[in-house]
Nanobody
Framework: QVQLVESGGGLVQAGGSLRLSCAASVRTFSSYAMGWFRKAPGKEREFVAAIDWSGGSTYYADSVKGRFTISRDNAKNTVYLQMNSLKPEDTAVYYC??????????????????WGQGTQVTVSS
């Protein structure tokens, strides 16, 4: 059983920054690739960023490349999403996800078996 709990969301002005955290309750966290996805009202859930089991490989959506950074601390069972230069179009519920049993990155939401409850990020103009 993998439980994921996101935190760090909130309201920020355009151009500001937020850091999301996702704490995982699983013994073998270092064997999981992790991803961040987001869902805006009226839109499908979309890929944001992913990181492999070691942290050595990362993958970003074009819309966030150069502004967002995904990282992980396997000793703390935590993955992070640093979001800089936020834009109103980044407003969404952000979800953390774990890719079961495979440590390689993926941008496909169906590749992830475990999901957190989400944290709201609102960027005002």
């Amino acid at each position: 059983q993998v439980q994921l709990v996101e935190s760090g969301g909130g309201l920020v002005q355009a151009g500001g920054s937020l850091r999301l955290s996702c704490a995982a309750s699983v013994r073998t966290f270092s064997s999981y690739a992790m991803g961040w996805f987001r869902k805006a009202p009226g839109k499908e859930r979309e890929f944001v960023a992913a990181i492999d089991w070691s942290g050595g490989s990362t993958y970003y959506a074009d819309s966030v490349k150069g502004r967002f950074t995904i990282s992980r601390d396997n000793a703390k069972n935590t993955v992070y999403l640093q979001m800089n230069s936020l834009k109103p179009e980044d407003t969404a519920v952000y979800y953390c996800a774990a890719r079961s049993g495979i440590g390689l990155v993926s941008n496909d939401k169906y590749a992830y078996a475990h999901w957190g409850q989400g944290t709201q990020v609102t960027v005002s103009s």
